[in-house]
């Protein structure tokens, strides 16, 4: 069974870039079955979509975070990446990283069906 | 941007049917999962593709998707089924779409 891990600092100062790593075991992200993504959580609040990678390194982000997002995939590590430029404390969220299973013949069929266990990021200075 | 609106709260009997919807334009016309979320846990899928249960998801837990409204159905509700949870769709420019969320009461 496929497990992902986040990794990362826990405290970003305000205009600073975050940069996460998801590691993936019992499985490879070199598969064209998903998109590996990321998601996070507002305290309190529910989750929002943030972007996700294929194992082929083409991306798609959320357009409400604009040109903010840049992940990434290195298959020789087996970890997707996320940098998250000029954060605010809006920012501040629990970031999990996620598998998106692929469906077949629609994107309609895209759903999410692994989580990581998140990481919590404080935007402060 | 397409969006998602669920009840905030749900409230049920244990042993009893708890019902929560999920709207959208034309979300029949797309697939459905829904996510079950518990305090201090990540987010589990108990319904994808509108109506699939995911192995290990008990056979209580159910889903529907016609014209505007998804339906997850929870049948028998049983404490364990406290928690929050979200539907979640595709969308051609947002691509993956949560729901508001639901909190599903056990009283």
């Known amino acids: 069974q496929v497990q992902l891990q986040e990794s990362g600092p826990g405290l970003v100062k305000p205009s600073e870039t975050l940069s996460l790593n998801c590691t993936v075991s019992g499985g490879s992200v070199n598969s064209g079955d998903y998109y590996w993504s990321w998601v996070r959580q507002p305290p309190g609040k529910g989750p929002v979509w943030l972007g996700y990678?294929?194992?082929?390194?083409?991306?798609k982000s959320n357009p409400s975070l604009k040109s903010r997002v840049f992940i990434s995939v290195d298959r020789s590590m087996n970890q997707f990446s996320l940098r998250l430029t000029s954060m605010t404390a809006a920012d501040t969220a629990l970031y999990y990283c996620a598998r998106v299973s692929r469906g077949t013949g629609t994107i309609y069929k895209d759903y999410f069906d692994s989580w990581g266990q998140g990481t919590l990021v404080t935007v402060s200075s | 941007s397409y969006e998602l609106p669920q009840p905030p709260s749900v409230s049920v009997s244990p042993g009893q049917t708890a019902t929560v919807t999920c709207s959208g334009d034309?979300?029949?016309?797309?697939?459905v999962s829904w996510y079950q979320q518990k305090p201090g846990q990540s987010p589990v899928v108990v319904i994808y593709q509108d109506n699939k249960r995911p192995s290990g998801i008990p056979e209580r837990f159910s889903g529907s998707n016609s014209g505007s409204t998804a339906t997850l159905t929870i049948s028998g509700t049983q404490a364990m089924d406290e928690a929050d949870y979200y539907c979640?769709?595709?969308?051609?420019?947002?691509?993956?779409?949560f729901g508001t969320g639901t909190k599903v009461t056990v009283l």
């Open positions: 979640q769709a595709c969308d051609t420019t947002t691509a993956l779409v």
């Open positions: 990678v294929s194992y082929t390194g083409s991306t």
């Open positions: 034309k979300l029949g016309d797309r697939y």
